[in-house]
């Protein structure tokens, strides 16, 4: 049976609260129509019966060709055209509060990203958040817009049937489903078979493999350059050869006892035990022989629906991991801005670090009661051995974290106290790792100031050395980045510099961070 994704304290739960409501209303609706449109089974049992319950007369033949079977046929086709307009009218509600909830969790998330501390992003690869944004919030798409709608087939048809078989007969309706639960029985024991160290092994053969191949995909220019390419091609097939060996070993010993619950409930499977017990009553005189048929119409085609349950219940599994972690960046600590009664405008360009303090993990200070000035109009280089801090004071001048103790002043005002955005345009920085959006030339220079003027974008461009070099792509400032504008590294870092140059800050700031930033 499908694990709910509702249950209590799930992060699917969570995700999902905004549009739970509609979500019930598709999968009740999706149940009801399924029910409807297996209503001509029983239109076809009862004109059936009709026509083998006895010797064929004038009477019965016009039963058949009359009005009886006529009524039958309309009610069948009325009910099956019902059930198809819910099953339709099902599938829209789902998908629209999809459509819905992935709007909302998209923007909440790049409203979340926006308020984050820069320096949140360099302790986190790019395809960290390209996850969640996109496989993520996609895998909760077809949780959202298909779960539910399946789910509510599939009960709804086993229900109706379960119902319509036990309305015929009890006895042989209680025979005719003896093949479902002997399923769920063979099904936990094979579950049960699966040995915890055969598990944990596994899952490590699968980290180990996936953390091989990120690595051999994104040094292979280097192993080949170094000539080193045995070694990382035998890295890569140890990775592959272990994760093999244990998933053999993982899924050796479900083979048989998944393929025996599965060959239980075969539809072939099912009507032999109907017509092996539906003989044995018509023998005892319990039932006549035209009250076998349906249940073997209907019986076999319990099967379908009951291993679809078993099938999307995996769905809900990966469903899991998946808002667990829109919710982890959903919950990311954003940076604190001050209140508006508390905001501090800096008067004047000086910038004090005032025995400043930080720590990136408890008892572990890369900074200890730091204080120096940065005086109007000078220039400040940072020298220090590899790992001293460097790095790490500038981007507490740019509020990437703030000060563990201590405090950074621009002329005279708390960094914490100056609005984000105020900080950011008297602070103009440049990253070693250069990152230009897909758009214009000018739209990328502009980025800090939109509504600056060609002329002054082209003077920001002069002051960085690119002007000359942008005017000779295929359009000029008009170049999309991506498309037509293709710029080498130190050109595409010369941009950067013009960007920071246009916002005409009080402090300039070159800054060096990881690569995975």
């Not at 950011?424 to 739209?443: K, M, N, T, W």
Request: glycine share 10%; with cysteine; charged share 15%.
């Amino acid at each position: 049976m499908a694990v709910s994704p509702a249950s209590p304290a799930s992060p699917v739960r969570r995700v999902l609260r905004p549009i739970r409501g509609r979500l019930t209303c598709a999968a009740v609706l999706a149940g009801l129509g399924a029910m409807l449109m297996l209503a001509p089974l029983a239109g076809i049992v009862h004109i059936a019966g009709i026509a083998l319950g006895g010797p064929v007369s004038a009477t019965t033949i016009g039963r058949i060709l009359g009005g009886d079977i006529g009524h039958t046929v309309i009610v069948s086709l009325a009910c099956l055209f019902a059930g198809i307009v819910l099953a339709c009218a099902a599938e829209l509600v789902a998908h629209l509060a999809d459509n819905r909830n992935t709007h909302r969790l998209r923007l909440a998330v790049m409203q979340r990203l926006a308020q984050v501390p820069l320096g949140w992003f360099t302790g986190r690869a790019s395809g960290e958040v390209k996850q969640v944004l996109q496989d993520d919030i996609g895998t909760l798409h077809e949780l959202t817009a298909h779960f539910y709608t399946t789910t509510g087939r599939a009960v709804g048809a086993i229900l109706i049937s379960v119902v319509y078989l036990f309305a015929m007969d009890w006895r042989m309706a209680i025979v005719s489903l003896l093949p479902f639960p002997a399923f769920h029985l063979v099904f936990g024991a094979a579950k049960k078979a699966i040995d915890e160290k055969n598990m944990t092994a596994f899952v490590a053969g699968q980290t180990r493999l996936n953390s091989t191949v990120a690595e051999f995909v994104s040094g292979i220019s280097t192993v080949k350059a170094f000539g080193a390419t045995g070694k990382a091609h035998g890295s890569y097939r140890q990775a592959v050869d272990g994760f093999a060996t244990a998933f053999l070993a993982f899924t050796r010993p479900l083979v048989a006892p998944l393929a025996n619950a599965n060959a239980l409930i075969a539809p072939a499977a099912v009507l032999a035990v109907v017509l092996a017990f539906g003989t044995l009553f018509v023998v005892l005189g319990w039932i006549a022989p035209i009250d076998v048929l349906p249940f073997a119409l209907v019986a076999p085609g319990i099967s379908a629906p009951l291993l679809l349950l078993g099938f999307i219940a995996h769905g809900v599994a990966h469903a899991m991991g998946a808002a667990q972690r829109v919710l982890a960046l959903l919950d990311t600590p954003v940076l604190a801005q001050p209140e508006p009664a508390l905001r501090q405008q800096p008067a004047g360009n000086e910038i004090r670090f005032e025995h400043v303090s930080y720590a990136y993990d408890a008892g572990e200070p890369v900074l200890s009661d730091v204080s120096f000035t940065l005086e109007t109009g000078s220039v400040t280089a940072l020298v220090g051995a590899s790992g001293s801090g460097k790095s790490t004071l500038a981007r507490l001048l740019l509020r990437f974290f703030d000060p563990t103790q201590g405090r950074i002043t621009l002329g005279g005002a708390d960094l914490r106290l100056v609005e984000t955005a105020g900080l950011y345009r008297r602070i103009g920085f440049v990253l070693q790792e250069v990152r230009l959006i897909h758009a214009s030339v000018r739209d990328n220079i502009a980025l800090g100031r939109p509504d600056a003027s060609l002329q002054e974008i082209q003077d920001a461009a002069r002051a960085a050395n690119i002007h000359e070099r942008i005017l000779a792509l295929p359009r000029g400032y008009d170049s999309v980045f991506g498309d037509d504008a293709r710029l080498s590294g130190g050109e595409a870092q010369r941009v950067s510099v013009a960007r920071a140059v246009l916002l005409d800050p009080v402090s300039y700031t070159h800054l060096t961070l990881p690569t995975k930033a």
